[in-house]
């Protein structure tokens, strides 16, 4: 049987004609009115229209074998027509075979004839989902503007799937979103588009990456709902465990674990879910600091590697060492391209390299050094959970993850730098980082003096010695109960991304 087959390579939005779905006729040819299926996203649906590019969309009776086009889905949103998914032609026979692949039955009842016929076997090679890397919260300047912000976002997802958001609630910022991005230069283009097309005012605080825990507590509210293992595939870091555990699934289980998105059906069901389940339980992922779980029951931690290779000039080369010593790299390999250039490559930690590595590079080789890097996988690293504390109150929106050899010296300079941006009071404000139940840096804000002896000249010594020593119970009862109002701008100058 001959079967009409197309590879997605990419996706837009259109508002008249709803997702346009670029591709490549692999086999046979596709047509206007004809049903197709999409089998990774299992979505069924009637062209309207196909065509090719000239480079303006030109519609035509038919796409061919061996040609590139575009094929009109109606969809409405580029999440459901995946990059690098298969277009399949619905003909009477496969129709079944679509049938068998999603009824009930499981595939553990079909033939064997029938398992070679399913929709997946026809799958062309090369799917890849999706993944961010880099998180950042975003909230809008004006908190009025939290629906526009929803709104926008939504928008802008449209025709482009690498986004995704989830909403994100804030003490000191107040309502915004936790937003995954592909790296750097991805969020500054979402960022920009914002403002250019949008006109929304936003702050966008440090960007951080997605951190691997395994706890000792299984209490936990994530782990007793099992909304950690719902994250672990929605993510696919569920792979990763899978990979350092030993265990290999099929392309059938794994699609059908990926659209399961959790295990109360389709894991408890399967004897062989059970086991991924139980492996995966302790296991969760944090995007964030306010996410992390105390460090007391925590198991181990896994972080994001990353090879990155510089290219530079050979007279660098000491500032080059330096600067990857200081953001923990571990050197490869290197090269001589010719006599002048140097090429080296690094395992970095992309937590590390993700806010001002690349600056910071160019600086130290007066711009003539050239990075790439790519995703290597998760490896275990001494992390720690760096508190911060206004007037002995724990302030979330300044958590951070950090390396334990750094924490001391990251906490000093954030507790340095809320003392020079936050008003004093009445009373004395104690700032301080932590670790855990331990202190490991502290400031204090003096509180403002009010001259209580400005009337009081040519009075009798105790009579001023009465003032001051009220003037000093009150401040003690002030600092007992007293509220430090932070303004929002602190806040902002501390988390916004320059």
């Known amino acids: 049987m001959h079967i009409s087959r197309a590879l997605i390579f990419d996706s837009v939005f259109d508002p008249y004609k709803g997702v346009l779905a670029y591709v490549k006729v692999v086999d046979g040819s596709f047509k206007a009115g004809e049903p197709v299926h999409l089998i990774h996203s299992q979505t069924t649906f009637t062209p309207t229209e196909v065509g090719y590019f000239t480079p303006d969309y030109k519609a035509d009776t038919a796409l061919s074998e061996g040609q590139i086009g575009y094929i009109t889905t109606g969809q409405k949103s580029v999440r459901e027509v995946k990059i690098g998914d298969t277009i399949l032609k619905l003909t009477e026979e496969n129709k079944r075979l679509q049938k068998i692949s999603e009824d009930g039955r499981g595939l553990e009842k079909l033939t064997e004839e029938d398992e070679k016929k399913t929709l997946k076997s026809y799958l062309i090679p090369g799917f890849k989902r999706i993944t961010p890397y880099v998180y950042a919260g975003v909230y809008p300047i004006d908190s009025t503007e939290y629906d526009k912000l929803k709104d926008s976002l939504e928008k802008l997802s449209l025709n482009d799937s690498a986004v995704e958001y989830e909403m994100e609630e804030s003490w000191a910022l107040g309502l915004g979103f936790r937003c995954g991005f592909l790296w750097m230069l991805h969020m500054d283009i979402i960022k920009e588009r914002l403002w250019r097309e949008y006109k929304l005012d936003t702050i966008f605080t440090i960007p951080t990456v997605m951190y691997l825990i395994k706890s000792k507590n299984l209490s936990l509210s994530p782990i007793k709902t099992w909304n950690n293992i719902k994250s672990l595939i929605s993510t696919g870091l569920y792979e990763t465990i899978l990979k350092q555990e030993g265990i290999a699934l099929a392309p059938d289980q794994k699609l059908q674990l990926e659209q399961s998105q959790g295990i109360f059906g389709t894991m408890l069901e399967n004897a062989d879910f059970q086991q991924i389940a139980q492996l995966l339980k302790p296991r969760m992922v944090v995007?964030?600091?306010?996410?992390?779980?105390?460090?007391?029951?925590?198991?181990?931690?896994?972080?994001?590697?990353?090879?990155?290779?510089?290219?530079?000039?050979?007279?660098?080369?000491?500032?080059?060492?330096?600067?990857?010593?200081?953001?923990?790299?571990?050197?490869?390999?290197?090269?001589?391209?010719?006599?002048?250039?140097?090429?080296?490559?690094?395992?970095?930690?992309?937590?590390?390299?993700?806010?001002?590595?690349?600056?910071?590079?160019?600086?130290?080789t007066k711009g003539y050094a050239t990075m790439n890097y790519e995703f290597k996988g998760y490896e275990p690293a001494d992390l720690?959970?760096?508190?911060?504390?206004?007037?002995?109150?724990?302030?979330?929106?300044?958590?951070r993850v950090v390396h334990k050899d750094k924490a001391y010296y990251l906490g000093r300079d954030v507790v340095e730098k809320l003392k020079t941006l936050i008003p004093k009071q009445l009373f004395p404000i104690p700032l301080q980082a932590g670790l855990g139940t331990k202190m490991i840096a502290r400031e204090t804000i003096p509180a403002m003096k009010k001259d209580v002896l400005a009337k009081c000249y040519g009075w009798d010594v105790s009579r001023k010695r009465k003032l001051l020593q009220k003037q000093k119970e009150g401040k003690k009862r002030m600092k007992a109960i007293g509220n430090v109002e932070v303004p929002t701008s602190v806040f902002i100058d501390m988390v916004s991304r320059g």
């Open 287 to 364: 995007k964030s600091g306010s996410e992390m779980i105390d460090q007391g029951t925590i198991e181990n931690i896994q972080e994001p590697i990353a090879e990155v290779e510089i290219v530079w000039p050979k007279d660098f080369a000491g500032n080059i060492m330096a600067l990857a010593q200081e953001y923990r790299g571990q050197l490869k390999a290197m090269e001589y391209l010719d006599e002048t250039r140097v090429v080296r490559k690094y395992l970095l930690p992309m937590g590390e390299i993700i806010i001002d590595f690349y600056d910071r590079l160019k600086s130290a």
């Open 384 to 399: 720690v959970k760096l508190d911060i504390f206004i007037n002995n109150e724990k302030v979330e929106a300044l958590t």
